[in-house]
C-alpha cells in the first residue's frame, strides 16, 4: 500500500475547554478492512465491461474469483490480467447463462475448486434494442431467457451452496429500473422484474443471512453503452460524438462513469462491511436518473 503522511489532531477536554494539545504525524493509515479477502465470488459475464471491472476488484480485495461468460478466449485473457492483483486464486469457465446445463455446472466447479460460493455477481448482456412494434416473440422469449430467468435459474442453484454460511448477491440492472429508456423496451420491461425478484428474495433469504441488492449502472462507458450511442446517432443521422455530447450534458457530473467506479460500489455492497442493506436497488449514475 502506498504510504501517505496524516496530520492527527489530539484534543483535549479541561473544564469544558477544548484545547488543543499536539498533533502527530503518522507515516501510514490503514485503509478499511471490507472482508473480502479469502472469500469465493462467482462474477457472470466477467470477459469484458462492467462484469471484468467488478472481477478485477474483487481479486484485488483478495477475494477467490470465478469468471465465467460464453467466450474462453477472452476468459483466458481476463484471468491473466487480474489474476496478479490480489492474493486470491482467478479462475474461468465457459457458460452460456440462457442455459441450465450451462449455470449448474460452472456453480458446481466453483464449489468444488474453492468449497463454497460467498458472493455471486449477477450479470449479463444487454437485451436487443427497439420499440415495440419491431420486436417479435423471439426476442421478447430470449430476453426474458437472457436478463431475468438467467438471475433465477443462477440464484435457485446458488442459494443452497449459501445457506450454510451466509453470503452476498448483487443482480447487475440498468437505470431502466427508475426511468423507462426510448428504445430499450425489452430492458425496460425485464430489468424492472430483477427489481422485485430482489425484494422478494431479500425477505425469503435473511434468515440464512444471505443479503441481496439490485446495483444499476447508468452512462457507464462500456462498448454496451457506445453500442447504443451508436444506434441511435444511426437513427438521427448524427455523429456519435453529438449523441455522446447531448448524455453526458444530461449527467449532472458530465462525464461517462468508469467501470472501475461502478466495480468498487458493487465490491462495497458484496463485502462485509454490508451487514444491514438488502432488498435495495442503487443507482450508479452520476445524478442522471431524476426520479426519487
Do not use: C
Not at 420486436?135 to 430467468?149: C, G, I, S, V
Not at 444491514?276 to 450508479?284: A, E, K, N, P, R
Amino acid at each position: 500500500m502506498e504510504k501517505r503522511n496524516y496530520f492527527i489532531f489530539i484534543e483535549e477536554f479541561d473544564e469544558n475547554v477544548i484545547k488543543l494539545k499536539r498533533f502527530e504525524l503518522l507515516d501510514e493509515v490503514k485503509e478499511m478492512d471490507v472482508e473480502l479477502k479469502g472469500k469465493t465470488a462467482l462474477v457472470f459475464a466477467a470477459s469484458q465491461g462492467l462484469g471484468k471491472a467488478i472481477a478485477a476488484r474483487l481479486a484485488e480485495e483478495g477475494a477467490n474469483v470465478m469468471i465465467a461468460s460464453r467466450s474462453e478466449e477472452k476468459l483466458i485473457q481476463v484471468a491473466e490480467e487480474i489474476s496478479y492483483l490480489g492474493s486470491g486464486q482467478v479462475l474461468h469457465k465457459t457458460a452460456d447463462v440462457t442455459k441450465t446445463q450451462d449455470i449448474q455446472d460452472v456453480i458446481q466447479y466453483t464449489v468444488d475448486t474453492f468449497g463454497t460460493i460467498d458472493i455471486l455477481i449477477n450479470n449479463t448482456g444487454g437485451p436487443k434494442a427497439g420499440n415495440f412494434l419491431s420486436l417479435t416473440d423471439e426476442d421478447w422469449k430470449h430476453a426474458f431467457e437472457l436478463n431475468l430467468l438467467s438471475y433465477i435459474r443462477i440464484i435457485r442453484e446458488v442459494v443452497p451452496v449459501m445457506k450454510k454460511s451466509g453470503g452476498r448477491i448483487v443482480n447487475i440492472a440498468s437505470s431502466s429500473i427508475k426511468e423507462p429508456i426510448a428504445g430499450l423496451i425489452l430492458s425496460n420491461t425485464f430489468r424492472t422484474g430483477i427489481v422485485g425478484l430482489t425484494k422478494t428474495l431479500a425477505s425469503e433469504l435473511a434468515e440464512d443471512g444471505i443479503l441481496i441488492n439490485t446495483v444499476a449502472p447508468g452512462r457507464i462507458a462500456t462498448d454496451r453503452v457506445k453500442e447504443l450511442d451508436t444506434i441511435r446517432a444511426e437513427k438521427l443521422g448524427v455523429d456519435v460524438l453529438e449523441i455522446e455530447e447531448e448524455m453526458r450534458d444530461k449527467i449532472p457530473l458530465k462525464r461517462y462513469g468508469q467501470p472501475e467506479e461502478f466495480a468498487k460500489a458493487v465490491a462495497f455492497f458484496v463485502s462485509g462491511a454490508n451487514s444491514y442493506m438488502t432488498g435495495q436497488s442503487f443507482l450508479i449514475d452520476g445524478g442522471m436518473v431524476k426520479s426519487i
